[in-house]
């Protein structure tokens, strides 16, 4: 069969989109080689509007589940190539060709990991990669943020109004960020200890978080003992796609969309973190909104086409 | 005091910009003349990603709660002007005046009613204002649509996919809307009947809406039996606020935003419904979205002017 709606990516994105699709009655696929996409494995969701608190997985599972409940498919699986055929877009993975008339690229924006072990375990129990999302669980504690770019400092102006003592971790011999920020930084005065030409070698903790292992010591210890640790350095969106659809991307490789979350490709729509939409905020509720605007382009192509 | 931000409008837009910037550690005031926005009183929402289904005043109560809880301040009341003065806005109810270094505006945009008796009680109860939230209620019922726009035929088409048949009432002689949606809703055949030079006099039903009276007869009867109504007639925004501020409106008096919810007008910023920003697509989980972009870029200029 040929689909209406193909959507790559399983986070809050493609399932809002899959959750709009279902209910214009467009016969819809899900394709995504991991379920529920950064949200789903990144601990407890307090910063959604209308959620007071939610684990990460039962929000994403809720998303699912209404999804089925309106008839959506969902398959596993990468999406290695995609290509226009005629009138529809052939979409394979490893196993599988699948055919649909229009297309939402809903694949996300990778965070970059430090890759240690440890890391994924203790994700969302000491370990985060979202100072926004996670930062207030911080309130009168020690915290560490890794990375050295302007993201990382703003991460630290933010915890500051909750940590009462912050490290940023760079791996380089200065930090490079807005002059705006350093200076709202210094402003935190003690609370912020910048430890450059360093880096998190071990990470420790059995169920939660109990310390790093530096490169370089600081104040005679390679240990640094924290409670939560931030990890900002940087996202690799994936351009293979995008690439073989010919679509515009910005500086940064995310997706251009317009406002009705358009690529510059007819029936090829883009949502969440893969977009540049909303710039570097990056959050469940703007991706949600966007594959439900996604879906509503593609419906309202769906009705022009059959005519 | 002077508050870091305030906020007009507890609908789904203001009250998910009041949770960001609470978490923000912005003071914040949030001013409102109706809890809730249109939300509050449009009944079960299922079409909100990550929530099967809630009623619209529990969803609304949740936010409430959400930003109450971090801090946030409530006032009841209408925002009848608004001046810059200096480094603040001075925003003043019948009662009050209040400071704030920043605005957002998200009093949303009223959708217009018939004003027939009962059309509010029977609000959730029958008659709908949103098809693309409430139109999946009616699997196999009869609804009628009142509207002689392009609006209204989509939602005739959208429809349906779910009644087994739908009046369209429109008062005018005939229905105005793009050829490429008329042509749909030709295809949907005798589902459809449209009734010209015709409007809703009465809307009858005790706890439940039982049927309409129509100002000429149909089929030798006044009585419309049907189990929905969705009236769809049109939207009214505000402008007073917008035009005291001198903010740029589209030609439908929605104002004008960019990507990162900021108006034409320095620490002035917008959300939902009352924006151009999604165009015609309004829904709750866009509106929210707005509401935290525009909280996070009321911030950035927090930190600023903190410089």
Chains 1, 2 share one sequence.
């Not at 490789?253 to 729509?269: A, C, E, G, L, P």
Request: hydrophobic share 40%; with cysteine; glycine share 12%.
């Amino acid at each position: 069969m040929i689909y209406d709606l193909i959507i790559i990516g399983s986070g809050a994105a493609g399932l809002a989109a899959a959750l709009y699709a279902g209910r214009y009655k467009m016969t819809t696929l899900v394709i995504a080689g991991e379920f529920g996409g950064e949200t789903a494995t990144a601990g407890t969701i307090e910063n959604y509007p209308a959620i007071a608190s939610i684990d990460g997985y039962d929000f994403m599972k809720t998303m699912k589940d209404q999804a089925l409940s309106l008839g959506v498919k969902l398959a596993d699986g990468r999406v290695d190539s995609i290509q226009k055929e005629g009138s529809a877009f052939k979409l394979s993975t490893k196993e599988e060709t699948f055919e649909g008339k229009t297309v939402i690229l809903a694949f996300g924006s990778r965070r970059r990991h430090l890759n240690l072990p440890n890391e994924k375990e203790l994700t969302g129990k000491g370990v985060h990669y979202c100072w926004t999302c996670d930062g207030p669980l911080y309130g009168g504690k020690t915290v560490a943020m890794v990375g050295g770019g302007d993201s990382s400092v703003k991460g630290v102006n933010f915890l500051g109004e909750y940590a009462q003592k912050i490290y940023l971790i760079a791996k380089g011999k200065e930090i490079l960020a807005e002059p705006i920020n350093l200076d709202q930084m210094k402003k935190l005065g003690d609370k912020v200890e910048v430890l450059t030409e360093t880096e998190v070698t071990t990470i420790v903790g059995d169920k939660m978080l109990e310390k790093l292992v530096l490169s370089k010591s600081y104040q005679g210890s390679s240990d640094l003992k924290v409670d939560g640790l931030f990890i900002e350095i940087g996202f690799d969106p994936d351009t293979s796609l995008p690439k073989q659809l010919g679509l515009k991307l910005d500086e940064k490789n995310y997706i251009i969309v317009d406002n009705k979350m358009r690529t510059n490709v007819s029936r090829v729509f883009a949502a969440g973190d893969a977009t540049n939409h909303f710039g570097s905020f990056k959050q469940d509720i703007t991706a949600a909104a966007m594959g439900a605007v996604a879906a509503t382009s593609a419906y309202e192509y769906k009705n022009q086409s059959k005519t």
